[in-house]
């Protein structure tokens, strides 16, 4: 149920803004109430809120009656994939491809060769506003086409792909040129000549899918980091929300390393933080005491042993698909877990009969990290770094266990209690 649930919202969010905008109407559907930054704040025991920044991050809480601190859970709404670039149609051997650049660490190889089209969104002026439209082009546009083996012999014994000359997608013959704007205005109902601003990215069309023996796996694009995204945002909504002030956040561009506005070292955490102690009469040390008492979940999907690699996996630590929510350690604090967090959250997989397993890179691998670190940076607490364990992690289709799906979304709506 979960994992059908995931693959429909994951459908509906090609790139971060859709994302938001999927999460956005969750939320407004359970009762929440939008707020904007710019304006004035009234707030009222009892109640739901949501917050965007950019389009593309959000932070929901709720206030309970009485609260002694915060329990947040965060994830992230991008994903690797293409950026258009500005001015993109180019003209060679009678055919228009599009000029792009890489956005996030990504695995290039699997791009090739599969539908691919268009979303983000472009911004227009109307009533001396500037205003954003949605771009979300449902049918297939683009192929990056490969070079067939008849061309390139070696292309089996490994290939260094280079982003400016082998990734460009394939958009038109021709006699297309010039029309590809005129595509994008259309799905977003506006003039192209009134575009003036836009961020428009690839994204992966093939269909996600529930499969295995025992419909055990799942599949789909950008699972990293949408599979969190949803299991946390499910038990944000199915949660009782009564003994702490609950936290939903998703933040945009840990892909490339969160420093931006919408990014987790940003404040947008912290400053909403500092809105609701003010507005509900705290001082500046109410506050530093609640945050001293409270919980941060940093959920961003994990490595799972890989059947063909498993010399790749720590000799002891190695999560299956399938087996659990994954807890992440580093020595080197590239994610945030110690004792304390590891503890408080084992209890709390123990308190819902939810698997959880350990994740450490090998010794002499350098892994990647996650944005609990730099969100605890503006905003201190207890935190632990968790995520689902997956293959073919930054492929633009990744793979996942639906258990894990349902476990997650458990252990969250225990999580906020």
């Known amino acids: 149920m979960e994992a059908k649930e995931l693959i429909e919202f994951i459908e509906k969010s090609p790139t971060a803004f859709q994302a938001i905008s999927t999460i956005s109407e969750m939320l407004k559907k359970d009762g929440a109430q939008v707020l904007k ?3 004035a704040w009234k707030l009222e025991k009892g109640k739901t809120y949501y917050v965007t920044k950019g389009s593309s991050a959000i932070i929901a809480f709720h206030i309970p009656e009485q609260f002694e601190g915060y329990r947040i859970m965060a994830s992230h709404s991008d994903s690797p994939s293409f950026k258009i670039k500005e001015n993109p149609e180019m003209e060679e051997a009678g055919y228009i491809k599009l000029n792009v650049e890489k956005y996030g660490g990504m695995l290039m190889a699997p791009w090739f060769d599969r539908p691919l089209s268009v979303a983000g969104r472009v911004i227009v002026k109307e009533n001396g506003e500037f205003v954003e439209k949605p771009v979300h082009i449902k049918e297939n546009m683009l192929i990056i ?10 292309a089996n ?3 260094a792909y280079n982003p400016q000359k082998d990734t460009l997608p394939l958009y038109a013959l021709a006699e297309g040129k010039g029309t590809f704007m005129d595509v ?11 575009i003036l601003g836009n961020d428009l990215f690839l994204y992966d069309r093939t269909p996600g899918s529930i499969w295995g023996q025992k419909s055990e796996f799942v599949s789909a694009p950008r699972l990293d980091n949408l599979a969190c995204a949803y299991g946390t945002l499910k038990g944000f909504l199915k949660g009782k929300k009564e003994k702490y002030l609950d936290i939903y956040v998703v933040f945009d561009h840990e892909e490339v390393g969160s420093g931006t506005k919408e990014g987790a070292s940003a404040t947008f955490l912290k400053d909403t933080i500092d809105r609701i102690e003010l ?3 705290f001082n500046k040390e109410d ?3 609640h945050l001293a008492k409270s919980f941060m979940v940093s959920a961003d999907n994990a490595h799972a042993v890989h059947p063909n690699y498993t010399e790749k996996a720590d000799p002891v630590n190695r999560p299956k698909v399938g087996s659990g929510v994954v807890l992440k350690f580093n020595a080197n604090q590239k994610y ?3 004792a304390m967090s590891a503890a408080m959250f084992r209890d709390l997989c123990n308190q819902v009969g939810a698997d959880v397993q350990d994740f450490t890179n090998r010794s002499d691998v350098p892994g990647g990290s996650t944005l609990g ?8 607490m207890h935190t632990v770094d968790i995520g689902l364990p997956q293959l073919a992690m930054h492929s633009p289709y990744e793979t996942a266990g639906t258990k894990d799906v349902e476990d997650l979304c458990k252990i969250s709506e225990a999580f906020y209690c």
């Open 287 to 289: 506050q530093i005491r």
């Open 279 to 281: 507005l509900l009469g």
């Open 336 to 338: 945030c877990t110690d």
């Open 37 to 39: 930054e710019e304006d």
């Open 184 to 194: 994008v205005a259309e799905h977003a109902g506006v003039k192209k000549e009134d």
């Open 157 to 159: 014994n490994g290939y």
């Open 145 to 154: 086409p490969s070079l067939a083996i008849h061309m390139n012999r070696e």
């Open 373 to 380: 670190n730099l969100a605890n940076m503006q905003v201190s």
